[in-house]
């Protein structure tokens, strides 16, 4: 039986992560927590938009996912960034 906290095993398959954060390069930093775990993403991967106040940035990453480790590394990595308020 799975528990709440497992993953279907529908891997590979694409999957989107959004960081919601302050920083004033939140997406380099993102970019640089994310690369060692998925490496050679294309520029497309990557999404930048700001709040419509202009006080947060968000950032979404579009990337297939190989396995549940993988992608629990990915969210470990982006949510010790500097600035990370949400990570979705």
């Known amino acids: ?3 709440e906290t497992q993953l279907a095993d ?3 398959h694409l999957h989107h992560v959004k960081v919601i954060g ?3 390069d ?3 930093a993102v970019r640089e927590a994310v690369e060692p775990h998925a490496p050679d993403l294309p520029e497309s991967a990557f999404a930048l938009r700001a709040s419509s106040q202009g006080q947060y940035l ?3 990453i579009s990337l297939e996912i190989q ?3 993988q992608l629990l590394n990915i969210y470990t ?3 010790a960034v500097d600035g990370v ?3 979705l």
Do not use: R, W, Y
């Open 10 to 12: 529908d891997f590979p």
């Open 77 to 79: 990595a982006v949510k």
């Open 58 to 60: 968000s950032v979404t």
């Open 1 to 3: 039986m799975k528990t």
């Open 85 to 87: 308020i949400l990570c």
């Open 67 to 69: 396995n549940e480790a």
């Open 26 to 28: 939140l997406l380099g």
């Open 22 to 24: 302050q920083h004033a």
